[in-house]
């Protein structure tokens, strides 16, 4: 499975952009997918994920309202939304994969085997 995260960039406060992953390698449809970020001297965290059966969303807290997670099963794509950013939003979002039917959660990490290089969101205040 290989997953390539675009979109990232420089934004003023306020502003949006929109994350892409693009995934091959495996069945799109019937695959979890889950977008984290980390930023500078912080851990990793969870954003937004999609559920492959039925399209269930899940946010973050931080992110809710603001951030919108979406797929394209015939481009084998999944979208980050992200709008009214902050300065705290700043940090490399990477996507991420469960295994194909898996019914795990979507919060954690270590439910998700592969992982894409991530993508520098910078905001500025």
């Known amino acids: 499975v290989q997953l390539q995260a675009s979109g990232g960039g420089l934004v003023q406060a306020g502003g949006s952009l929109r994350l892409s992953c693009a995934a091959s390698?495996?069945?799109?449809?019937?695959?979890?997918m889950g977008w984290f970020r980390q930023a500078p001297g912080k851990e990793r965290e969870f954003v937004a994920a999609?559920?492959?059966?039925?399209?269930?969303?899940y946010y973050a807290d931080s992110v809710k309202g603001r951030f919108t997670i979406s797929r394209d099963s015939a481009k084998n794509t999944v979208y980050l939304q992200v709008n009214s950013l902050k300065p705290e939003d700043t940090a490399v979002y990477y996507c991420?994969?469960?295994?194909?039917?898996?019914?795990?959660?979507?919060?954690?990490?270590?439910?998700?085997?592969?992982w894409g290089q991530g993508t520098l969101v910078t905001v500025s205040s």
């Open positions: 999609i559920y492959w059966g039925g399209g269930s969303t």
């Open positions: 991420a994969a469960q295994n194909e039917y898996y019914s795990g959660s979507v919060y954690y990490q270590y439910e998700y085997p592969y």
């Open positions: 390698g495996h069945t799109f449809s019937s695959t979890t």
